[in-house]
């Protein structure tokens, strides 16, 4: 899912990241939210998708009064009106009524044709019904999804709950499976699939720190069922290492689980020797191609106010990297001082604000 900002478009950083999913081969789906902000251009943000990221761009769905006043969505696949009230409640879902039946009409033609293009005997179907039922189009975007013929695009007020519903809806009928989807890399450019059969495997992507807890570390099962209390080997720093306890995350939030099976997102805590790109695995032969970060593009002096602080102002950084890699440290010989690297004057702002009222070390910029 690529959000977008429905009062600017496509922005920098869309463009950045819609770089890395074709690198990757990846689906996107583009979710256009704050359609109830009053400054909300759906139709010129709509306009810039298809002028940057061309005809794979699909509605779903159009605000029938994106701005301030908001509050319905007319959605072209089930060819239903959505009203929500004002607390963000759930919706009234209404045949669409004639002021809106035209548009709606012609963008559900458009949605028909593009989920026939991806599947040869949907294309068969249309020719003979000149259309598709709701059914046969879900299957089309499915596969349009796997083989990255389709980009769908949503509406959403993300802050007042509407069309978050039925972009979960959406999400749960329509995706597919991340095992039919693109395979993963090995370090020898091997490709790896998604195989709830296969060898146990996880590939850490994130790591966090929190001070009642300790190191959390943030996996994708890439093969395999991975089970509470389960051992694997670190193929990075060959050691074993046990998932005594995996989680699922939303938020905050972290709900125990049992088991975990191929593509599915899960986190564990309390890894000996496991940081973010390693691969754990049953296969002591195989190993994930790391993700790569961005070079630093900015960076400073930096010093702790109170003298003494070094070590714990070190310790401190180092938690900071493992859970942000594109934050890098170093010490300058020459100039007697520590660097500290990032992406931007507000990345390291960031690292700032984390320093001064997660660690309570007072950090001064050196000039």
Not at 127 to 155: A, H, Q, Y
Not at 329 to 346: D, F, R, T, W
Request: glycine share 6%; charged share 25%.
């Amino acid at each position: 899912l690529m959000v977008i900002n429905v009062q600017n478009g496509v922005e920098v950083g869309t463009e950045i990241h819609q770089r890395y999913t074709s690198k990757k081969n990846m689906p996107v789906v583009y979710v256009l939210n704050q359609c109830d902000h009053d400054k909300a251009n759906y139709e010129k943000s709509l306009e810039s998708l298809k002028e940057r990221f061309g005809s794979k761009v699909a509605q779903i769905q159009f605000p029938v009064n994106a701005g301030p006043t908001f509050d319905t969505i007319i959605d072209v696949l089930q060819m239903k009106m959505y009203k929500y009230p004002k607390d963000g409640g759930k919706p009234t879902v209404s045949d669409i009524p004639e002021e809106h039946k035209t548009q709606a009409e012609e963008l559900h033609g458009e949605l028909v044709e593009k989920a026939a293009e991806n599947d040869e005997s949907l294309m068969e179907l249309f020719f003979e019904n000149d259309s598709l039922s709701e059914d046969e189009m879900r299957k089309g975007i499915t596969t349009g999804l796997i083989e990255n013929g389709i980009s769908p695009v949503l509406c959403v007020a993300a802050s007042n709950n509407m069309g978050v519903g039925r972009l979960m809806q959406f999400i749960t009928n329509v995706f597919p499976s991340p095992c039919d989807t693109t395979d993963e890399k090995t370090i020898d450019d091997k490709d790896i699939k998604c195989n709830p059969a296969g060898d146990p495997t996880i590939f850490v992507f994130k790591t966090e720190y929190e001070s009642h807890i300790g190191e959390i570390n943030y996996f994708k099962v890439i093969s395999g069922d991975i089970t509470e209390g389960i051992d694997l080997t670190n193929n990075n720093t060959r050691t074993k290492e046990r998932l005594s306890q995996l989680y699922v995350v939303a938020g905050k939030t972290r709900n125990k689980v049992s088991k975990l099976s191929a593509g599915d997102i899960g986190g564990t805590v309390k890894l000996k020797n496991t940081k973010t790109n390693h691969t754990l695995s049953s296969n002591t032969n195989l190993q994930l191609a790391d993700l790569s970060f961005p070079e630093p593009k900015f960076r400073t002096a930096i010093k702790p106010l109170t003298e003494g602080d070094e070590e714990k102002l070190g310790e401190a950084l180092t938690r900071i990297h493992e859970a942000d890699p594109t934050v890098t440290v170093e010490y300058s010989k020459e100039l007697k001082q520590i660097i500290l690297n990032g992406q931007g004057e507000h990345h390291l702002n960031l690292v700032k604000w984390q320093l001064d009222n997660i660690s309570k070390i007072i950090l001064i910029w050196v000039v």
